[in-house]
């Protein structure tokens, strides 16, 4: 006796699923007296972003609640673990270890073990680089470093360094650092580090700060305070500043040649005339006759976002 089967019925194909989004990258900037985290996509957009602020003269602890509280504020819930974070670090930094081993304006920094903390906040792998050489990866993926294979990336304003891609590589000597504690002036101040006559200590905000009482200037906090002012003291300083910037870029220049110097922070709010001011130096002091000539930029990416993108893009190296 035949058995009597139902119908066949034909069944459309599912619709094909969207691929899984991607978890982003994780990035966090370790400056003195702050510390932002960044929740990254691989096109390098900004999906989230912290700040938190702490004691830079304060114990250990001041960092570590910084630390929990930024990372816990920007990586914490449903879709927001990274793949892992990309830490920029103030100071000199050992890379294999991901440890602070020194920054000169943050005590408690030293011998920090930056990278352990946050596999313990958040469990993923953490990678750890200066924070100038995060910045040139930032403006090589993102920035106006695009397409180049060499150029430098020069952070300005209360902290200050240069990061170099030479020949599509960072340069990141053991020991290395960022060019703050360079020597321009073998009788100048004392600098935080011990040190005579150090960049830092005549090409960052402080300086500026100063250099304004002294010249009776009221009300100076950056350079942002002095932009659009028309009387001769504040032109004198602001070309002053820009010399002083211009100082240790020349010495970048005469040993590295990387032509492009791509300014963020304190720089690229002074504008297109303290932008030519540093040209014009980089142009006078450097011999370029059988190199590029030297240009400076004003950063496309935002001053407080560059480093965290190349805390980003740190991530995509390791893996």
């Not at 957009?45 to 570590?64: I, M, N, Q, W, Y």
């Not at 180049?148 to 200050?160: D, K, N, P, W």
């Not at 020597?183 to 150090?198: K, L, Q």
């Not at 011999?287 to 976002?305: F, I, K, N, Q, Y």
Request: proline residues 7%; hydrophobic residues 45%.
């Amino acid at each position: 006796m035949a058995v009597e089967r139902p119908p066949l019925r034909l069944v459309p194909d599912p619709a094909p699923r969207p691929p899984a989004p991607r978890p982003a990258l994780g990035a966090v900037e370790v400056l003195p007296g702050v510390v932002r985290a960044a929740l990254v996509s691989r096109a390098g957009k900004l999906l989230h972003r912290t700040e938190t602020a702490f004691d830079a003269s304060g114990p250990r602890s001041c960092v570590d609640g910084a630390l929990r509280e930024a990372a816990g504020a920007c990586f914490a819930g449903p879709g927001r673990t990274p793949d892992g974070i990309g830490v920029a670090a103030a100071g000199l930094v050992d890379p294999e270890t991901g440890t602070v081993l020194e920054a000169n304006d943050v005590p408690a920094l030293h011998g920090y073990p930056v990278a352990a903390v946050l596999r313990d906040l958040v469990g993923v792998p953490v990678h750890v680089e200066h924070r100038a050489r995060l910045q040139v990866l930032g403006d090589r993926w993102f920035g106006a470093g695009r397409g180049r294979r060499t150029f430098a990336s020069v952070s300005t304003g209360e902290v200050l360094g240069v990061g170099i891609l030479y020949e599509g590589a960072v340069l990141a000597p053991h020991g290395g650092r960022s060019g703050a504690h360079m020597t321009v002036a073998a009788s100048g101040e004392t600098c935080t580090c011990g040190a005579r006559g150090c960049w830092k200590t005549m090409a960052t905000t402080r300086w500026l700060r100063q250099r304004a009482r002294s010249a009776g200037l009221a009300g100076v906090e950056s350079l942002a305070d002095l932009a659009g002012r028309a009387d001769t003291a504040a032109r004198a300083l602001v070309e002053e500043y820009a010399d002083n910037l211009a100082l240790g870029l020349v010495n970048v220049q005469q040993l590295f040649a990387p032509g492009l110097f791509v300014l963020h922070g304190e720089a690229r709010e002074g504008g297109e005339p303290f932008r030519a001011r540093i040209e014009e130096r980089l142009r006078r002091d450097t011999a370029w006759s059988t190199a590029e000539p030297p240009r400076a930029l004003l950063g496309e990416v935002g001053p407080d976002d560059v480093a965290l993108l190349g805390g980003a893009g740190l991530v995509l190296t390791h893996a």
